[in-house]
């Protein structure tokens, strides 16, 4: 429903790659994104706003910070199942090349995407308690995951100041470093790296608000 059509308007990329080959990586990261959000949204919002499961798993001896953390691991999985299906079902209907080393590098770009934007929806779900604000919120995120990471338009296509301000965004990171490896076959070790530590923080922060949340 989205590489189809826009194939016909956006023909080429800059590069001058096919649109509908270019866009495949694309469509698997925005895919894993909605995979990723359901459990997520149920774990830290509507469980405790709810007073249900979650309060129960609290209380137990692992700490705030585990619970984090084993949630993004269990919604990460689900999401890389769901990706994997989809990216059978795309190269069924578009003749694409996939090596080895691509579809490899690839999986890892997408772990380090879906483990920043798991904290980004545990944060936000820790963060709001009214269902209204957070449809709200959540219709945002998913607007700057569509068309502010550049997996259906190039930052090449926004004006300067914006582009430098997507780029920069971490959620844009993981997927820059695979059309960079993807292009040119080199491995950008240095934003691969510099994403750990936002994950272990975020991780570490999200511990604290669920704690605060919980009143323990």
Same mark, same amino acid.
């Given at each position: 429903?989205?590489? =189809? +059509?826009?194939?016909?308007?956006? %023909?080429?990329?800059?590069?001058?790659?096919?649109?509908?080959?270019?866009?495949? +990586?694309?469509?698997?990261?925005?895919?894993?994104?909605?995979?990723?959000? +359901?459990?997520?949204?149920?774990?830290?919002?509507?469980? %405790?706003?709810? %007073?249900? *499961?979650?309060?129960? !798993?609290?209380?137990?001896?692992?700490?705030?910070?585990?619970?984090?953390?084993?949630?993004?691991?269990? &919604?990460?999985?689900?999401?890389?199942?769901? &990706?994997? /299906?989809?990216?059978?079902?795309?190269?069924?209907?578009?003749?694409?090349?996939?090596?080895?080393?691509?579809?490899?590098?690839?999986?890892?770009?997408? *772990? =380090?995407?879906?483990?920043?934007?798991?904290?980004?929806? /545990?944060? =936000?779900?820790?963060?709001?308690?009214?269902?209204?604000?957070?449809?709200?919120?959540?219709?945002?995120?998913?607007?700057?995951?569509?068309?502010?990471?550049?997996?259906?338009?190039?930052?090449?296509?926004?004006?300067?100041?914006?582009?430098?301000?997507?780029? #920069?965004?971490?959620?844009?990171?993981?997927?820059?470093?695979?059309?960079?490896?993807?292009?040119?076959?080199? !491995?950008?070790?240095?934003?691969?790296?510099?994403?750990? +530590?936002?994950?272990?923080? #975020?991780? /570490?922060?999200?511990?604290?608000?669920?704690?605060?949340?919980? %009143?323990?």
């Amino acid at each position: 429903m989205i590489g =189809v +059509p826009l194939k016909n308007v956006i %023909r080429y990329s800059l590069a001058g790659v096919s649109y509908d080959i270019w866009v495949f +990586p694309g469509l698997i990261f925005i895919l894993s994104s909605l995979s990723l959000y +359901p459990l997520l949204y149920r774990e830290f919002f509507d469980l %405790r706003i709810h %007073r249900k *499961v979650l309060v129960n !798993i609290a209380l137990t001896p692992h700490s705030k910070n585990k619970i984090v953390f084993a949630s993004l691991v269990v &919604a990460g999985l689900e999401a890389l199942v769901v &990706a994997s /299906i989809g990216t059978i079902f795309y190269t069924g209907l578009i003749p694409i090349v996939l090596t080895l080393p691509n579809l490899i590098f690839l999986l890892c770009c997408l *772990v =380090v995407y879906l483990l920043l934007l798991g904290n980004l929806f /545990i944060s =936000v779900s820790l963060l709001i308690d009214t269902l209204t604000t957070m449809s709200l919120v959540m219709f945002m995120v998913f607007l700057l995951i569509l068309f502010g990471n550049g997996f259906l338009i190039e930052f090449s296509f926004f004006p300067l100041g914006f582009e430098s301000f997507l780029k #920069w965004q971490p959620l844009s990171l993981p997927f820059q470093s695979y059309q960079r490896f993807n292009a040119t076959g080199m !491995i950008d070790w240095s934003t691969m790296v510099s994403l750990i +530590p936002v994950i272990y923080f #975020w991780i /570490i922060l999200n511990g604290y608000l669920l704690k605060r949340k919980l %009143r323990q």
